[in-house]
């Protein structure tokens, strides 16, 4: 079962998608007490755009968690998939600075046990300096 079908709407509003050093369990705690982890999953790779990477930087597939923070946020909805591969959509919400440095990114992608393959380009990423 998707979770869209599990949550009636707007409630997608209250669900983020984090990356990078945002997906920092304490940082998550400490700006939304409340939340709730739904998911590992990707959205479309371009977005990198907005963290002052080359569109597509870490490949097609920008990986991260969706996080029901339990309240409306305000952001930009997109299109999530989920690692068994159900459709979602949540806010980004963040500021692109919240992502943190390429070695953050690898951190947290390691904590969470990002897709290997991801977690090579990220590795990439930072041997090209």
């Not at 930009?76 to 600075?97: F, I, N, Q, W």
Request: with cysteine.
């Amino acid at each position: 079962m998707s979770i869209e079908s599990t949550v009636s709407e707007p409630s997608f509003k209250s669900r983020v998608f984090l990356c990078g050093a945002d997906m920092n369990p304490t940082a998550i705690r400490r700006r939304w007490p409340a939340a709730r982890f739904l998911g590992i999953g990707w959205i479309d790779g371009i977005v990198t755009v907005g963290l002052d990477l080359a569109p597509f930087a870490l490949g097609p597939q920008l990986w991260g968690i969706l996080v029901d923070v339990g309240a409306p946020q305000r952001g930009m909805p997109a299109p999530v998939t989920l690692r068994d591969g159900t459709g979602a959509t949540a806010m980004l919400t963040g500021d692109p600075a919240a992502v943190g440095s390429l070695p953050e990114m690898l951190a947290e992608a390691r904590y969470w046990e990002l897709p290997r393959a991801y977690r090579e380009r990220i590795e990439a990423a930072i041997a090209q300096g």
